[in-house]
């Protein structure tokens, strides 16, 4: 029998069965707190597909707020005649509602007839306030609707930010007024989001509980820009990937660039600046590179691109928004937040300096990796299956030490090898097996669990159904 309540993903926290079931037939009269109707009406149009008649008189699933709850966090009780959702804030209810639609999936499996529901209580919260899925749209660029469709499979496994990297070598895509030679670049696909579609895509991810970090790039990974802009290189006859450290032009035209871009993503309190795989050979020969680094009496080149990060996040800071930057082997200041993503060295390394981290160390949470050897891939990746994304532990060794200085992890979906049809394909079946990564207690982990759970929600139908 599957129709016990181990079968969510992802998995509770706690789970209490009592005797007795629950008719599913004899179901009806869905009520929400007031402004979260569209909660209830969600419900009862899933319902539907389902063949439950949740509008009908019946017995009422209430969805209420309670003051003894976290924040994200929920709890359903289920009774022959009565089923509670009780969430802590609006996104615990969401979550709530989003479980007890995967409960319903499996309870009609065979369809309404006879299907019964267990009874009993599930309390649920999550293990990190901080659930991330990055989406590279600046190499292969994605219309708005993927993006929907990605933002709303990630609330449906309670993800709750969308790294957007938006601007890179290969394309800048959000729309620039002040420069806009910047949205005809286009490497691998033409394309730029207007001001108005990155609303829309903001709307939604707000609407699903999901907090959108914009990502624009510097001083590496800027090629495209810096062909536009040769002047703002250390050589302007052979620009390469990197601004230059010194020439102060640079910094004035980030800073508007930086200003315009946060104005897009006003619900956006945290920035991502990159920082990462700068290459030091154009900084090496320019004589304003070397000569700032000495009136700076800086010993290498790495120390002046450190101060140079360290000047762009104080900018971003002044705009009252917090920084992000990949780990870059430099220190960044404390209040910056450091994305680690080549080893879980990077972890222990940022430790001392009491940044606050983010965890997507490559060969665990890529997924432009292949998933299986059969995928197309490129010679130098390795292969991440399901089961690595899924037993990765975002702490590595150090759970004591670092305690609240990780947020959580982010999984990261590169797009050089990626065009937007296979996306969706990239993600599915790894993000389901993230999303216990970043929700449940290592504890409630368990990997052969897990595979059972995800075949009775697959068989349910529950993935095709619409989100909210
Ligand atoms: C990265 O993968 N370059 C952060
Ligand atoms: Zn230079």
Same mark, same amino acid.
Request: glycine share 6%; charged share 25%; with cysteine.
């Given at each position: 029998? %599957? ?10 926290? %706690?789970? /209490? ?7 599913? /037939? ?9 402004? +979260?109707? *569209? ?16 509008? =009908? !008189? ?10 003894? #709850? ?12 009565? $089923? ?21 999936? $499996? ?27 990055? &989406? ?11 993006? !929907? =469709? ?7 496994? *309670? ?18 007024? &002040? ?12 394309? +730029? ?53 010194? !020439?102060?032009?640079? *910094?004035?035209?980030? /800073? ?41 009496? &800086? ?36 209040? %910056?937040? #450091? ?9 222990? /390394? ?112 529950? +993935? ?5």
């Amino acid at each position: 029998m %599957t129709n016990d309540f181990d079968i969510l993903i992802p998995r509770p926290r %706690t789970i /209490e069965q009592t005797p007795g079931v629950l008719k599913v /037939e004899s179901l009806g009269g869905v009520t929400a707190p007031e402004n +979260f109707e *569209r909660f209830s009406a969600a419900l009862i149009r899933n319902g539907k597909a389902m063949g439950i008649d949740l509008a =009908q !008189k019946g017995v009422p699933v209430k969805m209420v707020f309670s003051a003894d #709850i976290k924040v994200e966090s929920f709890e359903i009780t289920v009774t022959p005649d009565e $089923v509670t959702i009780a969430g802590g804030d609006p996104a615990g209810l969401f979550y709530g509602a989003g479980a007890f639609e995967q409960l319903l999936c $499996v309870a009609v499996n065979r369809g309404i007839r006879g299907a019964e529901m267990p009874c009993g209580k599930i309390s649920d919260s999550p293990r990190f306030g901080y659930r991330g899925l990055m &989406l590279d749209s600046a190499r292969h660029f994605q219309s708005v609707e993927t993006i !929907k =469709q990605v933002l709303a499979l990630m609330a449906r496994l *309670r993800l709750n930010i969308f790294h957007w990297h938006i601007c890179d070598s290969q394309g800048f895509r959000s729309e620039s007024k &002040l420069f806009p030679e910047l949205n005809t670049l286009a490497e691998m696909t033409p394309g +730029f989001y207007t001001a108005e579609e990155i609303k829309e895509i903001c709307d939604f991810a707000a609407e699903h509980f999901i907090t959108v970090i914009p990502e624009i790039e510097m001083p590496g990974h800027s090629k495209g820009l810096l062909a536009l802009h040769p002047e703002l290189c250390c050589d302007p006859e052979n620009p390469g990937k990197e601004f230059c450290l010194a !020439k102060p032009e640079v *910094r004035t035209f980030l /800073e508007k660039l930086i200003s315009e871009f946060v104005a897009l993503f006003p619900g956006s309190k945290i920035i991502h600046l990159g920082g990462d795989e700068a290459g030091t050979e154009n900084w090496d020969k320019c004589p304003l590179c070397q000569k700032l680094m000495k009136v700076k009496n &800086l010993s290498n080149i790495r120390q002046l691109e450190n101060d140079f990060m360290n000047d762009m996040a104080a900018f971003v800071r002044s705009l009252g928004l917090t920084p992000v930057t990949w780990f870059t082997g430099s220190i960044m200041e404390s209040t %910056t937040i #450091i994305q680690a993503w080549r080893t879980i060295w990077e972890l222990k /390394e940022t430790l001392p300096h009491g940044n606050r981290m983010i965890f997507s160390v490559h060969d665990q949470l890529y997924l432009d990796y292949p998933n299986t050897a059969a995928e197309p891939f490129e010679n130098w990746m390795p292969v991440l299956c399901e089961s690595g994304v899924y037993n990765t532990e975002p702490y590595a060794a150090w759970e004591k030490e670092i305690g609240d200085l990780l947020l959580g992890p982010e999984t990261c979906l590169w797009t050089e090898t990626v065009p937007e049809h296979r996306v969706i394909a990239k993600l599915m079946p790894r993000l389901v097996a993230f999303s216990e990564t970043a929700w449940c207690a290592a504890m409630r982990k368990e990997w052969f669990n897990y595979t059972r759970r995800k075949e009775v929600l697959e068989a349910s139908g529950w +993935f095709d159904i619409k989100a909210l």
